[in-house]
T-cell receptor, first 114, second 116 residues
Framework: GENVEQHPSTLSVQEGDSAVIKCTYS??????FPWYKQELGKGPQLIID?????GEKKDQRIAVTLNKTAKHFSLHITETQPEDSAVYFC?????????????FGKGTKLSVIP | GAVVSQHPSRVICKSGTSVKIECRSL??????MFWYRQFPKQSLMLMAT?????????EQGVEKDKFLINHASLTLSTLTVTSAHPEDSSFYIC????????????FGEGSWLTVV
């Protein structure tokens, strides 16, 4: 089955700096890669996703890049703010009929220092 | 994005009793929903896939008789923890794919279960 590795496990950045979180996946059939932000005591919130037919996607301060050949994808957050502090999870999955079943990375705890 | 709602958000039950957690897709229909368990400072662990109108598919090591899943309609899946024990205390989260947005998967807010 799919295996998703996520690095780093913790990341501290100064407010205004950029943060980059990287994930690798093992199953070349995977074609859907979402990123979730989880605040303490809450469910994961989708922040951006990318499908295998594109190499990059951007939404304001957040961007995701995908390298299918190398089987890795990355989350980029620019101009970080204290409210970006949370645990971020990457996931990979294969879209079959009706749904995707996701395999999650172990998470990255991002701390943005004011 | 689409909305998935869980209820209750927090529940405390006594050992030996059963507790039901509901997962609803509020603005879309979902033939499939997923149930996860999350321990503190850990990632999400898939417990089972809930299928509308048929039996759930459980992951290896998950006791199907202990964690009963029912997907009675296209907008509701329930997880019942039967004969709960303190070790069942955890954060339970559901998710569902929204076909209207290419099966983008949205999560509920999670349910904290404490068994005393």
């Amino acid at each position: 089955g799919e295996n998703v590795e996520q690095h780093p496990s913790t990341l501290s950045v100064q407010e205004g700096d950029s943060a980059v979180i990287k994930c690798t996946y093992s199953d070349s059939a995977s074609n859907y890669f979402p990123w979730y932000k989880q605040e303490l005591g809450k469910g994961p919130q989708l922040i951006i996703d990318i499908r295998s037919n594109v190499g990059e996607k951007k939404d304001q301060r957040i961007a995701v890049t995908l390298n299918k050949t190398a089987k890795h994808f990355s989350l980029h957050i620019t101009e970080t703010q204290p409210e970006d502090s949370a645990v971020y999870f990457c996931a990979g999955g294969f879209g079959g009929a009706g749904s995707y079943q996701l395999t999650f990375g172990k998470g990255t705890k991002l701390s943005v220092i004011p | 994005g689409a909305v998935v709602s869980q209820h209750p958000s927090r529940v405390i039950c006594k050992s030996g009793t059963s507790v039901k957690i509901e997962c609803r897709s509020l603005d879309f229909q979902a033939t499939t929903m997923f149930w996860y368990r999350q321990f503190p400072k850990q990632s999400l662990m898939l417990m089972a896939t809930s299928n509308e109108g048929s039996k759930a598919t459980y992951e290896q090591g998950v006791e199907k008789d202990k964690f009963l899943i029912n997907h009675a309609s296209l907008t509701l899946s329930t997880l019942t923890v039967t004969s709960a024990h303190p070790e069942d205390s955890s954060f339970y989260i559901c998710s569902a794919p929204d076909a209207n947005s290419g099966n983008t998967i949205y999560f509920g807010e999670g349910s904290w279960l404490t068994v005393v």
